[in-house]
């Protein structure tokens, strides 16, 4: 499908002839980023509601998650996930899984606090409002607070998700073939660096401006106007 | 009075940390009876009526709605709430909802009311407000005045027997408060319960049965609007009084 959408003659012969091979590793960093970006604004969202609502014991066990993984490296977060954490539960894992988890609790700790900041951004009175006509407090949160929070965090969140998408290149260091592993095969079979990590490069700028692009599309049309 | 009154507060006293709000406040509504809450700012009056349907805690006496303890432990309050409609000094329309689905929500929801007649009664109260071609309107295309008028249909949405107001005509422009007097005038004159905290003194003079007046947490005056307008009792209320009126 993505052989499609290139104009194959246009590309510099050691792209052409490493094609289906550089292809499937931008296949599996789309993968991982598309797993991290859901799997972590899932988990993002639960820790940042739980942050907000100050829900006893589960937010302070939040708060430290959400400190430990800013203050780690994603690669050290990619080695934990790869090899301490196996170890400690006793599960044997691939490079590929670790990697997902990793980049899951990563970005999810960004997220989380993008989302517990949108929702305390929310005017209070709109809750008081909403209390007074008889909503119950979580009915509140759903159709009142939340939805306006989602709305005022789509810019930061979407700089996240371009963020982890460039991440993704680490999972290269435990051994994922993605795009930017799949490259540096290429090329230390090829030794074409120039041209190699040139068309890297642009496939990562091509796709995070698409990626960003669709975040401010959707800003622009759900924002909330004030 | 032969009814038993609609809201009773009794001896209510509140306070943030050892500043007190209230102190001591008794207050009675009848039904249908409108009441002005006046005085200077920081007096406790949007405190006071926030007690009425549970938005602000006390520390101690009692306010009954309808008979209902509303701080009862085992009251339900959005229940209770959804009986008494509450209009705020900056509207809290929800931004990202129409002024339609504003006025649909908490039909909607909290009383489960089916989605076309939720719609259809919307419809019609935002036509009472004069605001019927503005339904599909975001609140941020609306004036303050259509805002505010969108939020008294929300309140009476739900079918209140009683409605409070806390200073709504105080964020407006000159002239847009008479648009939203003019229907609190017309729902008064429906025989709605009403408590409202203004500094429209032309809307209480014409308006309100009783004029309360309040001042660092007490209520110091309780009197017929006529008879409080004639001639205050306490001096605070005339100083009050006549430095409203004189500009």
Do not use: W
């Amino acid at each position: 499908m993505l052989e499609a959408l290139l104009p194959e003659a246009l590309l510099p012969e050691v792209i052409r002839q490493n094609l289906p091979f550089l292809l499937a590793g931008l296949a599996m960093t789309v993968r991982l980023a598309a797993i991290g970006i859901v799997g972590g604004t899932l988990l993002g969202l639960l820790v940042g509601v739980i942050r907000y609502a100050r829900v006893p014991v589960l937010s302070p066990l939040a708060a430290l998650y959400v400190e430990i993984v800013r203050g780690t490296p994603l690669l050290v977060v990619l080695f934990i996930c790869y090899f301490a954490i196996p170890a400690l539960l006793g599960y044997r894992t691939s490079a590929v899984n670790a990697a997902a988890l990793g980049f899951v609790l990563f970005i999810a700790a960004y997220l989380a606090e993008d989302v517990r900041s949108g929702l305390r951004s929310v005017p209070p009175g709109l809750a008081r409002a909403g209390l007074a006509t008889g909503l119950s407090t979580v009915q509140v949160f759903r159709l009142i607070v939340l939805p306006q929070a989602l709305r005022r965090i789509i810019p930061p969140v979407f700089s996240q998700y371009v963020r982890l998408f460039k991440f993704t290149s680490v999972a290269s260091v435990i051994g994922v073939r993605e795009l930017t592993g799949s490259a540096l095969l290429v090329n230390a079979r090829e030794f074409q660096p120039v041209v190699i990590l040139a068309t890297v490069a642009l496939t990562y700028l091509v796709l995070c401006s698409t990626l960003s692009l669709v975040g401010r599309l959707l800003y622009a049309r759900l924002s909330v106007r004030t | 009075m032969s009814e038993t009154p609609l809201i009773v507060l009794d001896r209510v006293c509140k306070q943030y940390g050892t500043t007190p709000v209230l102190r001591d406040c008794s207050l009675t509504v009848a039904r249908g009876e409108i009441v002005v809450v006046c005085g200077p700012s920081g007096s406790g009056k949007s405190t006071l009526i926030k007690c009425i349907n549970g938005l602000e805690p006390y520390q101690s006496g009692s306010v009954r709605f309808d008979g209902e303890e509303v701080g009862a432990r085992t009251t339900d309050l959005p229940r209770l709430r959804s009986r008494i409609g509450m209009v705020f000094q900056s509207f809290e329309l929800y931004p990202h909802m129409t002024a339609l689905r504003n006025v649909m929500l908490a039909q909607v929801h909290a009383l489960k009311r089916p989605r076309a007649e939720a719609r259809a009664r919307s419809l019609d109260l935002l036509a009472r407000v004069g605001l019927a071609d503005r339904a599909e309107a975001y609140p941020a295309d609306l004036s303050g005045g259509q805002q505010q008028r969108v939020a008294i249909a929300r309140a009476l949405a739900l079918d209140p027997i009683a409605m409070l107001f806390d200073e709504p005509t105080s964020a407006l422009d000159p002239e847009m408060i008479n648009e939203v007097l003019d229907v609190m005038t017309g729902l008064a004159r429906d025989g709605m319960t009403m408590v409202v905290v203004t500094h429209e003194m032309g809307f209480a003079r014409k308006v309100a049965n009783r004029v309360v007046f309040m001042d660092e947490g007490r209520i110091v005056e309780d009197r017929p609007s006529e008879a409080f307008f004639g001639a205050p009792v306490t001096e605070r209320a005339r100083v009050f009084l006549s430095k409203i009126i004189a500009h």
